[in-house]
């Protein structure tokens, strides 16, 4: 079956310590995203990725690192420097960037709390 | 600044009865729709969408109906079942970028 599989499901950091969410899609999709859902608010954009080798920052990106080395994958590095990291990060992915009438498709998601 | 926005957190609708579920929206870039579905802890998954240049679109229970003069969207559930409980985001493409509402959370009593 494809689809988006993010891992781990719960991720417990201590401060000052970076972690590694990851992402993997095996949909053959080209555009990559990463969101945070918080409390009573909607999903906010991190990072985005059209391309392999290519990513960009979305509207809350300070604190986080991506890459994109291969097309099926998507990691996303909250690093000390993320004041705030305790949210729900959801990864998602489209067919390809600008294509009308795509929906984006979403992983389960990981919880990182910061103990 | 939040460009698109829910503005119920919450709706609580009979078993049976019609679930009306609203977003409006700021930005008049945005050519594309989207309603989405969540349950705790878990990822979003899609319902319906609807370009910017038609104002309905129909998939079984579910209606999207979009007003782009007053950059309205509403989504109808009907009827509405006990399994539609969940949290219901909109969201809207500009470009490369799909903004979400702050989500509104429908619970059906029975």
């Known amino acids: 079956d494809g689809g988006i599989t993010q891992s781990p499901k719960y991720l417990f950091r201590k401060e000052g310590q970076n972690v590694t969410l990851s992402c993997e899609q095996n949909?053959?999709?080209?555009?990559m995203y990463w969101y945070r859902q918080d409390p009573g608010q909607g999903l906010r954009l991190i990072y985005y990725?059209?391309?392999?080798?290519?990513?960009q920052k979305g509207d809350i990106a300070e604190g986080y690192s991506v890459s994109r080395e291969k097309k099926e994958s998507f990691p996303l590095t909250v690093t000390s420097a993320q004041k705030n990291p305790t949210a729900f990060y959801l990864c998602?992915?489209?067919?390809?960037?600008?294509?009308?009438?795509?929906?984006?498709?979403f992983g389960q998601g990981t919880r990182l709390t910061v103990v | 600044d939040q460009q698109v926005k829910q503005n119920s957190p919450s709706l609580s609708v009979q078993e049976g009865r019609i679930s009306i579920l609203n977003c409006d929206y700021t930005n008049s870039m945005f050519d594309y729709f989207l309603w989405y579905k969540k349950y705790p802890a878990e990822g979003p998954t899609f319902l319906i969408s609807?370009?910017?240049?038609?104002d309905k679109n129909e998939d079984g229970r579910f209606t999207v109906f979009l007003n782009k003069s007053a950059k309205h969207l509403s989504l109808h559930i009907v009827p509405s079942q006990p399994g539609d409980s969940a949290v219901y985001f909109c969201?809207?493409?500009?470009?490369?970028?799909?903004?979400f509402g702050a989500g509104t959370t429908v619970t059906v009593r029975a």
């Open positions: 969201a809207a493409r500009d470009d490369y970028k799909l903004s």
């Open positions: 949909l053959n999709h080209d555009a």
């Open positions: 609807i370009s910017s240049i038609k």
């Open positions: 998602a992915s489209t067919i390809g960037f600008r294509l009308m009438n795509t929906e984006a498709f």
């Open positions: 990725s059209q391309i392999v080798n290519d990513f």
